[in-house]
C-alpha cells in the first residue's frame, strides 16, 4: 500500500463555517451511488450541523494538493450521557468519552492508509479516556480495520427508525 502524500489540516468548532461545505461534498462523493435513494445519508448536513455545535468539535481533513481527499470528526460526550455504557458490564471507571463520528475518504484515495492517517491524527488530538463509535453492521470489513485498531464491539444500536443498526465499538485513549 503506498501512502499518498496528503497534508492533515485541524479544525475545531469555531471552523465549522468554513469546513461545512467541504465535508458535505466528500459525503457526497463518498455515497454517490446511494446518496439519491437514502434518506439517511441525504441528512448528513444535519449531522454536521449536530457535531459542529459541540465547543469540542474536533476534526481532521486529508488534502492532496487543494483536494480533500476525506476527513474525520467527533466531539466530546456530555458526561453522564454516555448512551453506549449500559452495553458493558461491569461499565470502565473511566467515563470521559471521544464520540467518533464519521470517517469518510473519497473513493480515489481507499486502500491508501489515508483513512488510518485520518483516525490516528483525530485520536491524538483528543484528550478523552474512551472513544465511542458506530459502525453499519452491514459493513464488516470496517468493523474487522476498527478491531485492527483497537476498538472492540460492546453491542449494537439503531439510533434513529431510518437509521441502520450499528455495532457499538469502544476503544481506550491514548492509542496504542
Not at 476527513?71 to 450521557?81: C, D, I, L, Q, S
Not at 471507571?93 to 467518533?100: A, D, L, Q
Not at 489515508?114 to 491524538?124: D, G, I, K, Q, T
Request: aromatic residues 12%.
Amino acid at each position: 500500500m503506498t501512502t499518498p502524500d496528503v497534508e492533515l489540516r485541524y479544525y475545531g468548532h469555531d471552523d465549522l463555517p468554513a469546513i461545512r461545505q467541504t465535508l458535505i461534498d466528500v459525503q457526497r462523493d463518498v455515497y454517490a451511488d446511494v446518496i439519491e435513494d437514502d434518506e439517511f445519508h441525504q441528512k448528513f448536513p444535519w449531522f454536521v450541523d449536530h457535531w459542529g455545535k459541540n465547543p469540542g468539535f474536533s476534526c481532521v481533513i486529508a488534502y492532496d494538493g487543494e483536494e480533500p481527499a476525506g476527513f474525520a470528526y467527533g466531539a466530546p460526550g456530555t458526561e453522564g450521557r454516555e448512551w453506549w455504557r449500559e452495553r458493558l458490564d461491569p461499565a470502565p471507571e473511566k467515563s470521559r468519552t471521544f464520540h467518533f463520528s464519521e470517517l469518510q475518504v473519497r473513493p480515489r484515495w481507499r486502500g491508501k492508509g489515508v483513512s488510518e492517517r485520518l483516525h490516528r491524527a483525530l485520536m491524538r488530538a483528543q484528550d478523552e479516556d474512551l472513544a465511542v463509535l458506530l459502525v453499519d453492521v452491514t459493513h464488516p470489513k470496517v468493523q474487522a480495520l476498527y478491531e485492527s485498531w483497537g476498538y472492540r464491539k460492546v453491542g449494537e444500536d439503531q439510533p434513529f427508525p431510518d437509521s441502520p443498526v450499528y455495532a457499538v465499538m469502544v476503544t481506550e485513549l491514548p492509542l496504542t
